[in-house]
């Protein structure tokens, strides 16, 4: 069946491109699309698209690309138009109308899975390319893209075939095929089950390159939480007030550090309060510090610690967290009087912009501050190590789970190994284990593993 759906995303822009795959593909394009020569093979041609009447839609070009070199695997055309969410529509209507079928979710990736253009992991590294919100991301996803885990899954499974066929002669012709050694058996295995010990190893790094870290900025009212965030984003994002209290909801935004995405939450004060309005605020920022990866920490460091800044100093200490005892350029009486737990706690100043000129050279200034609150996250956050995925790396849950079957498997065959038992009886483990690692990138995947993954596709995708 022929399919078609609108390729570029939702909304005004210069081009639409509405996309059509299937054995009918150039078909059906010849009765939507006029022009004054036939359509060749990768050869944009201009025409009109028109509707079932032979109304004109749009005037544009259209590409053709014929199989099995595309995509898909299968016949595409392309229909390029003006970039009216109207004219893209109606263009999609009339090729539906003449024959093709609404596409699902992905399904233009999944023909070119189930065509061999590219493997199972390749597919969800192309949902991770769309995704991708920062440059770390898009280099991690464009390493699977390009068959770095396939090529690492595939030689796993390589070595574990290559046992399963010497003690598979062993097993059928006893008297003429020895069992091969049990060292070298238990070596091969430990050596395949280190390979994914390092791909799970990488998998936490690598979901928190394509999802960033969580960070919320929490402390006790007017500790320059807010003027922190906006120093951190470069902008006037939250409102900066002398009087305490100012922020009452929570304000997401998003900055990056060594090219990892940091999602930010600036949070109201935190303080025992009667006012109801002001005690919403508070309990938002209680579920904010409690959801997130990561606490900034703010108090006031110029002043004596009160109870609310002790408060919030005792309840973040058993997690990871960044100290920043602000507004040094008025005093340091808070930090001086800090408690040994908070020995490594940052020291400085984050003026708001009107201020903040003034003190960008000096000893605690604002961009020696932010450099060191920057450094600080990175060193909660990943402990400094900056995730570098262009190596082959697991992508996904589904994918981090069938390395752990395998992986499961793995041990139970080196304690069958280790309690000396017939060799043989490793076999059902090695099988299993091969049979995981082939759901990644699909040579063993079921139809439930292929929803699953082409579901987080967008239609035109």
Known sequence: MTIAAIATPPGRGAIAIVRCSGPDARAIAARVFRSREPLRDRVATYGEVVDADGAVIDRGLALAMDAPRTVTGEDVVELHVHGSPIVARETLRALLHAGARAAQPGEFTRRAFLNRKLDLSAAEA???VIDAETRAAARAAQANLAGGLRAEVDKARAALATILEELAGAIDYPDEVPEPPRARVAAAVAAVDDGLAALMRDWERGRLVREGLSLAIVGPPNAGKSSLLNALLGEERAIVSEIAGTTRDV???????????????DTAGLRATDDAIE??????AQRALDAAAVALVVVDGARPLDPDARAVLARTRNRPRVVLFNKRDLGTTGYAARDPEEHDAL??????????DGVRAQDGGTEETLAAVRHAIALAGWHGDTP??????????????AVARAREAFAHAAATLAADEPLDLVVPDLLVAVASLGEITGAAATEAILDGVFARFCIGK
């Open 251 to 265: 304000i997401e935004d998003r900055f990056a550090v060594d090219g990892v995405l940091v999602r930010v939450l």
């Open 126 to 128: 192309v949902a991770d």
């Open 347 to 356: 020291c400085g100043s984050v003026l708001r912009q009107a201020q903040d």
């Open 388 to 401: 570098d995925l262009t190596r082959p790396h697991l992508a996904s849950a589904r994918q981090a789970d």
């Open 279 to 284: 005690r919403i605020g508070v309990d938002r």
